[in-house]
């Protein structure tokens, strides 16, 4: 508990001369303050791009994959036939003639030949089906929910009117498509009569037929799985004229591939300089001040920057990497020139690819070596720096406790002053009564 002493003998404001000479000494810790904001600040920066280098370095990694360069597109010359390629598809080609869809069987039933139980039989298997009640409604039902293992789905088809005028419902019952989705029905151990709307049957097309091929595929689906390596096929119509399906390099990704890494080399080299580049600003007394940005004169950080672009720009077997369009500006700046890498393709596919795939592999030993969480040169500097936040926290927390301890020997010493001067201004009141008394009593 502090006890006011305020002026109490003296006359002073102690409370704010105590507070003036704390003040004095809290600039020590103001400075500590300062210096753990910009230590701090450097910390998050080195986070950031700690976690861009990271980034770049997976990318070069990709890019020099050989496996990222077989990049392939698919077309088809007609609508008849779509095709859907995976990443690894392999370059090819194939001419198919598409001679018939994919059908299910559809047949119409009457119900009343289904109000008990009755058996659908699928490519020779009996699946039992055990409607509810004979209504229409639940034998429809009773199909449906055995679709699952049957593949025939039921509908209410509407067949005409009785001679009452109501209407009058027959039993549509649609197979899986394929030969195999055939099915028929029995009820009783009877046959159930069915009218056949529609057949069975498989996808077929021929291969080759404008080299009079005689080789044919099918499909219980309009969909050939892997005709080609990495290639499906759909066809949705009959076709008498070939279609021709190829499968080829699409230069377009390998474009896209190349573009990732200099990109992702562009937006490190920026993330350096714009934290490196000097600001200048005015002060209080209009005095200009020029600062450095957090990464100013940080040797490491220009080795990094310097490696990076050396990686990028170094010759690869004697040719210069603007041979394919990458290029350095006077700002230290990498870029891509599309066009040019695209030509370079175009002229030598395998030497485009194998100089990118070079540089790639450069800058991702580059970035791995800056930013491996084990011995990364960023990640040691952030593990030092994260350091010097800790101990210029544990100073400041320290002289906490130190201004704490001066304002308490600061208050009991103005407080001794105080009782002090009481002491003595009692001590001149007495003193001063008794001169009094003794100047009284000579003039009687």
Same mark, same amino acid.
């Given at each position: *508990? ?6 109490m ?8 001369i ?14 500590l ?6 230590a701090?600040?450097?910390v998050?920066?080195l ?30 010359? $007609? ?17 198919? +003639? ?5 059908? @299910?069987?559809?047949?119409l ?15 020779g ?14 034998v ?6 055995a679709?699952?293992?049957? @593949?025939?789905s ?7 009117t ?8 027959g039993l ?5 498509? @394929? ?6 029905l ?26 009079? =091929?005689?080789?044919?595929l ?7 799985? =892997? ?12 076709s008498?004229?070939p ?13 896209a591939?190349?573009d ?13 300089a714009? +934290? ?12 200009t ?17 310097s490696d ?9 077997d ?5 041979s ?30 194998? *100089? ?16 491996s ?17 800790k101990?210029?926290? $544990?100073?400041?927390?320290?002289w ?5 301890a001066?304002?308490?020997q ?6 001794? *002053? ?21 100047t009284a009593?000579?003039?009687?």
């Amino acid at each position: *508990m502090t006890i006011g002493i305020d002026g109490m003998a003296s006359g002073l404001d102690t409370g704010a001369i105590i507070d003036g000479l704390v003040a004095i000494q809290r600039n020590q810790q103001v400075l500590l303050k300062q210096k753990s904001s910009v230590a701090s600040s450097i910390v998050t920066a080195l986070q950031a791009l700690n976690s861009r280098v990271a980034s770049l370095a997976t990318a070069g990694e990709k890019v020099a994959a050989p496996a990222s360069w077989a990049v392939t597109k698919a077309s088809s010359s $007609s609508d008849a036939v779509t095709v859907s390629a995976a990443p690894n598809a392999k370059p090819g080609v194939v001419e198919l +003639r598409v001679d018939r869809l994919a059908s @299910g069987q559809v047949s119409l039933v009457d119900p009343a030949a289904l109000t008990g139980p009755f058996t659908i039989t699928v490519g020779g298997t009996d699946h039992e089906v055990a409607p509810s009640s004979p209504h229409i409604d639940d034998v429809v039902v009773a199909i449906n929910d055995a679709r699952g293992t049957t @593949g025939v789905s039921a509908t209410k088809l509407r067949t005409g009117t009785d001679g009452d005028g109501n209407a009058v419902y027959g039993l549509q019952l649609t197979g899986a498509t @394929g030969s195999g989705g055939a099915f028929s029905l029995t009820a009783g151990g009877q046959d159930v009569a069915a009218t056949t709307l529609a057949q069975a049957g498989d996808a077929e097309v021929t291969l080759w037929p404008s080299a009079g =091929g005689s080789h044919r595929l099918t499909s219980t689906t309009n969909t050939f799985d =892997g005709l080609l390596d990495g290639v499906d096929l759909t066809v949705s119509t009959v076709s008498a004229d070939p279609v021709r399906v190829t499968v080829a390099t699409d230069p377009a990704a390998q474009v896209a591939l190349a573009d990732e890494l200099v990109g992702n080399v562009s937006i490190v080299l920026s993330e350096i300089a714009s +934290r490196t580049r000097t600001t200048t600003s005015t002060d209080a007394a209009g005095n200009t001040v020029v600062s450095g940005g957090v990464f100013s004169g940080d040797s490491a950080i220009r080795f990094l920057t310097s490696d990076i672009q050396s990686a990028v720009t170094r010759p690869v077997d004697g040719r210069s990497p603007s041979s394919v369009g990458i290029s350095l500006d006077r700002y230290g700046a990498i870029s891509l020139d599309k066009a040019a890498f695209t030509k370079a393709l175009t002229e030598d596919p395998e030497g485009a690819t194998a *100089m990118i795939q070079a540089i790639a592999g450069r800058v991702a030993e580059v970035a791995e070596r800056a930013s491996s969480s084990a011995e990364g040169t960023i990640t040691r500097k952030i593990t030092s720096q994260e350091s010097v936040v800790k101990d210029l926290g $544990s100073q400041v927390a320290k002289w906490d406790q130190r201004l704490d301890a001066r304002r308490a020997q600061l208050v009991a010493q103005f407080s001794a *002053m105080e009782v002090r001067l009481s002491q003595l201004q009692s001590t001149q009141s007495w003193l001063t009564n008794q001169i009094a008394g003794l100047t009284a009593s000579s003039q009687q």
